[in-house]
């Protein structure tokens, strides 16, 4: 019973960390219709900033909010350089520019900062919650409140900004949100700034938990995708929705059929989902405009 | 007309002369240089079905070669089949993944049968690494018997060239057909849009699935090169990172024409070699290019080779296969 | 028809001109197993080629090789060198990859014409490119990798200086059956052929010795998240988990073993040992006991000169045996060319094989008939954030 509700805390757990990944990604898929397989990697660089600040005495919930900032940055230019060239292209070109990008910050985060991984400590690391035999990471905690509120107030700048009902114009129909004065080109480069920031703050709060290291990046740019497509691309709730059902079905194929074959099973729901409802769960299926 | 035909049988003879003069190569460098060259321009011709020709984008084609690999792998090893009933097998097996892989794939657009077809890479290198009473599991097969052909052994570097780069020109050859047949114009009427092919009455359902099923073979052929050659396979080397070279590879060199894949395989091989003297740095610039040319040339190499050579006036022969490809690029911007 | 007649004379004629020239071609020099072993490479410096992952997951183990033979041969060329040749070494990047790893070489060997060859991480790497080094005979040097199969392939010019698995998997066992109380044990194990290869082996000697494995768990290279197998391993209550991994996911499964609040005993191999985990896992890694190729301890002056010079030249402390076992096997080739005079590689294999009982810095070194060295394993414990020797074999 403990091992199961353990599993299960595990999943809960894991899923909002996903969600948290996944949310930049969702953002960025939303308006700019691009599959950012450099997603991962800014998480890196935030965790990278994260553990240079406090090892130079920055306190670290100030690392976690400059990790955002490193994050956005590095964005910028990432657009500017590799993205905003192609926005004329179709969505493989851009596609493979992302994974030319993720390979690329990979290689250079090694260069600059050496393959081994580090430390970040955080003031929570080394600490846990006993809920009766159950045990959750008090940073695992900390992840999951701010994932919490960081999906809530995406959710609200979205629906209660201008700047939010700008970037849902321009996901919708860009041609007509620019016909009607939505500044598309500059919402594009806002939305992919917030987006690969967001990740950022997700690296820079996964640290004290995955330690940080130049390939941290890929397998949670893997993840994202999968949460993505199951709640829907460019949809936030769906972030969250997905991020959990991912986290869930992680846990327990690793708790109860195989810890080999987990990825295979996570994969293989994500093929039966995409075969029942290809727009994922909680988007409504809409006719192809023609 | 006759123009084409010159040009096609120009083709053959230097595929010929390729072949043959590839079997006085003596330095064993460039030869398994070469050899895994071929392999990645076969893998690349096959991607370059999907993602060139009809338009569908396959982040998965390392699970087609690896399951074309081992099929060879095993059978040669476990139940001591000849290299070339095995690579048949292995032909008809990874042709029949991709049919059947395509069954409920075909229906998804755009980055969800990117996805889609990422985790399918990803659960064939899963299987790879986990069965490993089948597989052997990270340990891989080991002590694959190099093919014979007519009593010469191909485990002579310079031999097996000449013969992948035979299997290469056949798959060209196989691919210029198709491609010129009707199955090849219902591809490019779907990919240049799908909902106007399927009105016109062309069974877009069927030819994705053909598409497919096409592509998985060669990049099963292609996974029998490299257990034939290597004598040794394991998981690691058909995992994602190879699905995104192999994609690359095809899109670099010029997506939907038929030699793109094989400039993309060559410039990249020539590429990464070269650079290796940089050691530290090799693979921070080698991104580095690929990223600026797909930003800068994001057509691919040989359409815009092609291109610059004709402005120039000197393939005067090339001009007729291009004037077609600008008419249909008319059809493409008018539709 | 008479276009078809000229069709067919034609393709005949073709045939023929491609059998003639089929006929004359030959097969490349150096292919052969039987060809000769010539001293290759050019008279003025001695060239030892160096593969190993130096980018990609694998890196941070890769580049530890690298400093322990960057190391080795500036030490020997500050000395004059070999001969009175200097030694160039020329490093290759193979990125963990089966094709990759036989490229590079490839390209050492028929290239830079290479006197010696040293690689790599990977078991399985290791194994076939040793297969191309082999056919021109050159002394190659498996440091690292560690699968038993290495030293079993006949092949004459391999040689490694480190324990292989199932002898560190023997002389752990005996050492937890006879010294710890531990009788029921679970494995963590990284799903590669290093994991596996020493998992297997450990549970076969620790069940014959009477043990209990209750459990073994794989992960992959480069995952993160622990839980579910440590989970799994909770409900089953070992005595003590035994790690077959590698650095990097290991400090990440005491993490978060010490999360979910595991008190337990810890093992672990030669590939989790040293510095790294105190730290990267810091109190977790507390107490616990691993077997070690090489320690960094005080006393020993020959390993003491070691840490110090490359913590001058890099500025860290060698972590674990990588970086000493490479060095070790540089200065290894050194010796056996000392010992033949001569750069041809016949007679540095002959020498090689006679060298016996060198003194390098993980050890006195003598190697068998099958290119494996006679190496102990030594036991050590993390206690207070310190390495502790607990058992040193004589």
Request: charged residues 15%.
């Amino acid at each position: 019973m403990v091992e199961f509700a353990q599993t299960l805390v595990n999943g809960l757990v894991l899923g909002a960390l996903y969600s948290l990944v996944a949310l930049g990604l969702t953002l960025i898929y939303g308006v700019m219709g691009l599959a950012n397989f450099a997603q991962g990697e800014f998480a890196m660089i935030g965790g990278f900033s994260a553990f240079f600040l406090v090892q130079e005495g920055v306190s670290y919930p100030l690392a976690v909010v400059i990790g955002f900032a490193v994050a956005g940055i590095i964005g910028l230019l990432v657009h500017l350089l590799a993205f905003y060239p192609l926005r004329q292209s179709n969505h493989i070109n851009m596609m493979l520019s992302s994974l030319g990008v993720s390979l690329f910050l990979v290689n250079l985060a090694q260069y600059l900062f050496s393959p081994n991984p580090q430390v970040v400590k955080s003031p929570l690391s080394g600490e846990s919650f006993n809920l009766g035999g159950i045990f959750i990471s008090q940073q695992r905690v900390l992840i999951v409140v701010i994932s919490f509120i960081l999906c809530l107030a995406t959710f609200l700048l979205l629906k209660h900004t201008k700047f939010g009902r700008s970037v849902q114009a321009a996901s919708l129909d860009p041609d007509t949100a620019t016909l009607y004065g939505v500044p598309t080109k500059r919402i594009s480069f806002m939305t992919f700034i917030l987006g690969v920031a967001l990740t950022g703050i997700a690296g820079a709060l996964l640290a004290p938990v995955y330690n940080v290291y130049p390939t941290m990046g890929i397998s949670l740019t893997l993840k994202a995708f999968v949460v993505v497509v199951l709640g829907g691309m460019g949809n936030v709730s769906g972030a969250i929705a997905g991020g959990v059902i991912v986290g869930l079905i992680e846990s327990f194929a690793g708790g109860y059929i195989s810890t080999g074959f987990q990825d295979a099973i996570v994969f293989t729901v994500l093929f039966v989902v995409l075969i029942l409802k290809p727009q994922g769960i909680l988007t409504k299926v809409q006719g192809e405009k023609v | 007309m006759n123009r084409n035909r010159i040009l096609f049988w120009t083709c053959i003879l230097v595929g010929m002369i390729c072949i043959l003069s590839s079997l006085y190569l003596q330095n064993l460098y460039i030869l398994r240089v070469a050899v895994f060259a071929v392999i990645a321009a076969m893998l690349a011709v096959s991607v370059n079905l999907l993602v060139g020709y009809t338009g569908q984008v396959s982040l998965g084609q390392a699970g087609f070669y690896g399951i074309g690999a081992y099929t060879v792998g095993l059978l040669t090893t476990q139940w001591h089949w000849s290299f070339w009933l095995a690579l048949l097998a292995a032909f008809i097996l990874t042709s029949l993944t991709g049919l059947i892989l395509g069954l409920p794939t075909t229906q998804l657009k755009g980055h969800f049968l990117g996805i889609a077809t990422l985790g399918f890479g990803i659960i064939v290198n899963v299987i790879f690494n986990n069965w490993t009473s089948l597989t052997g599991g990270p340990n891989g097969i080991r002590g694959i018997a190099p093919p014979e052909l007519f009593g010469i052994s191909l485990q002579y570097e310079n031999y097996f060239l000449g013969f992948s780069l035979f299997c290469l020109m056949v798959v060209v050859l196989m691919v210029h057909l198709v491609v010129n047949s009707a199955i090849g114009r219902a591809w490019k009427c779907i990919r240049h849009d799908e909902i106007s092919a399927q009105v016109s009455g062309i069974n877009v359902y069927g030819y994705k699935l053909m598409a497919f099923s096409l592509s998985g073979g060669i990049a099963g052929i292609a996974g029998g090169l490299y257990a034939g050659f290597m004598t040794f396979i394991s998981p690691e080397t058909f995992d994602l990172n190879q699905s995104i070279t192999i994609i690359t590879t095809a899109i670099l060199g010029g997506p939907g024409t038929l030699f793109g894949p094989l400039v993309g395989a060559g410039v990249l091989t020539v590429l990464s070699e070269s650079l290796r003297a940089l050691n530290e740095l090799r693979l921070i610039i080698y991104r580095a290019i690929l990223v600026t040319v797909i930003v800068f040339l994001p057509e691919g190499i040989y359409p815009f080779i092609s291109k610059k050579l004709r402005k120039r006036g000197i393939a005067s022969q090339l001009k007729l296969k291009d004037r077609r490809r600008e008419l249909d690029e008319q059809d493409f911007s008018q539709s | 028809m008479n276009k078809w007649r000229l069709k067919t004379v034609g393709m005949c004629g073709t045939a023929i001109l491609v059998l003639s020239l089929l006929n004359a071609c030959a097969p490349p020099k150096g292919a052969d197993q039987a060809s000769s072993s010539k001293s290759s490479g050019s008279k003025e410096e001695i060239k030892i080629g160096f593969v190993s992952q130096l980018s990609g997951g694998g890196a941070l183990y890769g580049k530890q090789m690298e400093n322990g033979a960057k190391l080795a041969v500036d030490e020997i060329n500050k000395k004059g060198g070999i001969l009175g040749k200097k030694i160039k070494l020329i490093i290759q990047d193979d990125q963990a990859n089966p094709s990759e790893s036989v490229k590079v070489t490839q390209r050492l060997v028929t290239e830079d014409r290479i006197n010696a060859w040293i690689g790599t991480l990977k078991s399985s790497d290791t194994l076939t490119d040793i297969g191309i080094t082999s056919k021109q005979d050159i002394p190659s040097f498996v440091p690292v990798a560690v699968a038993n199969s290495i030293t079993e392939s006949d092949y004459t010019n391999v040689y490694r200086n480190v324990a292989n698995n199932s002898m560190q998997a023997k002389m752990f066992v005996d050492y937890i059956l006879k010294k710890q109380p531990h009788k029921k044990l679970a494995i963590i194990a990284e799903n590669t052929d290093y994991g596996r290869g020493l998992s297997e082996d450990f549970k076969s000697f620790f069940e014959k010795g009477g043990g209990e494995i209750v459990n073994v768990e794989y992960y992959n290279v480069g995952q993160k998240e622990f839980n579910d197998q440590l989970t799994k391993i909770k409900g089953e209550k070992p005595d003590g988990i035994v790690i077959s991994g590698l650095v990097a996911e290991g400090a990440l499964v005491l993490k978060q073993a010490q999360d979910l609040g595991m008190k337990t005993q810890w093992y672990s191999f030669g590939g989790f040992s040293g510095a790294a985990p105190i730290k990267l896992a810091g109190k977790a890694a507390d107490g616990m006991i691993h077997t070690e190729y090489f320690t960094p301890i005080k006393g020993d002056k020959k390993i003491e000169t070691f840490v110090n010079a490359y913590k001058t030249k890099f500025g860290d402390k060698p972590d674990a045996y990588y970086s000493a076992a490479t060095y070790d096997a540089v200065n290894l080739y050194a010796e056996g060319v000392k010992k033949a005079k001569t750069l041809d590689n016949k007679k540095v294999n002959d020498a090689l094989h006679s060298i016996s009982n060198y003194q390098g810095v993980m050890g006195s070194i003598s190697f068998q008939e099958d290119g494996q060295a006679t190496t102990k394993v030594w036991m050590a414990q993390i206690k207070d954030g310190a390495q502790t020797v607990i058992f040193r074999p004589e």
